[in-house]
């Protein structure tokens, strides 16, 4: 095989320059990835799904802190899986919830995710309630916990280490990106720099740490892929995990898309910016989803393609293999 040697950065989506390196899809399950499934499997014994849980009840942006102002994608259940039992018990939303998971992905034991708003923007104490409720039930394996990057306070890290000593704890963050003006542009209130210290910090106190990016922006281009993918190999984390930026109702991007002064990216074109970023991405870093997946789609505006799940999960995939690309192809 030839291969050059030469680190490049290729504007063109199809084709970039690098080294080339073996596929191990093979032992990924055929997917052209590392999933994310197979992290816990190999952990924990059994397949192991998460259980999307909400006890915050707000976020820095909504109060207006430092003048920010609601991300431009979020609704109003702050990125909640189940907006219908959000404000229950939380006992009762891993009851209900596990349930659904449990059925729809034939599971037994679950990761208690802390998923809506920004869960370390509220008393610790809660958050310590919520942990000991979650690990209460013998079929949960650990807790994770979805938070903003600059929202890390010492005490909720020294507790997240602390749990860490008895059981899996997993800590994602928000970055969506690291272009500070695409992160400007959706009113996220933070620099990429402050979300690499906030990653930096929770992989300092010995965390599982994970982050989530958004491809779609109106500025995006693939040097800026690759260099994202670049930068996540880099930095320390374990898992990322992929969303495309799509309008739903009651946000901010409604009106925006309304107007004609954002339009989604075609089903087609993002999955080349999840192909180049696989191609890119180290072998060792785990991918939970390589699209967003949510389950209040009569929320969702456009595009439509977002709203046919597996079709759409089945056209990244397909394109992806189509380009011969594969998790750490050109990793160098
Ligand atoms: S994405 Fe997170 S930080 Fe932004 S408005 Fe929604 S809940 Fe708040």
């Not at 192991?48 to 942006?61: D, G, H, M, R, W």
């Not at 189940?82 to 596990?98: A, F, K, M, T």
Request: charged residues 25%.
């Amino acid at each position: 095989m030839q291969v050059d040697k030469t680190p490049q950065i290729n504007e063109s989506a199809s084709e970039p320059a690098g080294a080339l390196v073996a596929a191990p899809v093979a032992s990924w399950n055929g997917k052209p990835y590392f999933p994310i499934s197979q992290v816990y499997k190999e952990r924990f014994g059994t397949k192991v799904v998460k259980i999307p849980v909400s006890v915050a009840e707000t976020c820095p942006n909504r109060e207006g802190i430092r003048g920010m102002q609601t991300c431009i994608f979020c609704d109003v259940h702050g990125s909640f899986a189940y907006p219908d039992s959000q404000g229950d018990e939380l006992r009762d939303q891993i009851l209900n919830h596990r349930k659904k998971v449990a059925d729809r992905f034939n599971a037994a034991r679950f990761l208690v995710y802390f998923q809506a708003y920004t869960t370390t923007f509220q008393q610790l104490a809660k958050l310590k309630q919520g942990f000991e409720t979650a690990l209460s039930f013998d079929d949960v394996v650990g807790c994770v916990v979805g938070t903003r990057p600059d929202t890390l306070s010492s005490a909720v890290l020294d507790f997240w280490k602390e749990q860490a000593q008895k059981t899996y704890v997993s800590i994602e963050l928000g970055v969506q990106s690291f272009d500070d003006d695409q992160l400007i542009w959706m009113r996220r209130g933070h620099t990429a720099a402050q979300s690499i210290k906030g990653i930096e910090r929770v992989a300092a106190a010995g965390l599982d740490t994970g982050i989530h990016l958004i491809f779609g922006w109106p500025t995006e281009n693939s040097k800026q892929i690759i260099e994202t993918a670049r930068l996540c190999n880099d930095l320390p984390i374990t898992n990322v995990k992929l969303h495309n930026l799509h309008v739903l109702k009651h946000t901010p991007l409604e009106p925006m898309y309304a107007e004609g002064s954002f339009k989604p990216v075609d089903l087609d074109l993002y999955s080349e910016r999840v192909a180049l970023f696989l191609d890119h991405l180290s072998p060792r870093i785990a991918v939970h989803r390589l699209a967003a997946l949510s389950s209040r789609w009569d929320e969702l505006i456009a595009p439509d393609w977002t709203r046919h799940k597996m079709k759409s999960y089945q056209g990244i995939i397909d394109r992806v293999n189509a380009r011969g690309s594969y998790q750490g192809r050109l990793f160098t």
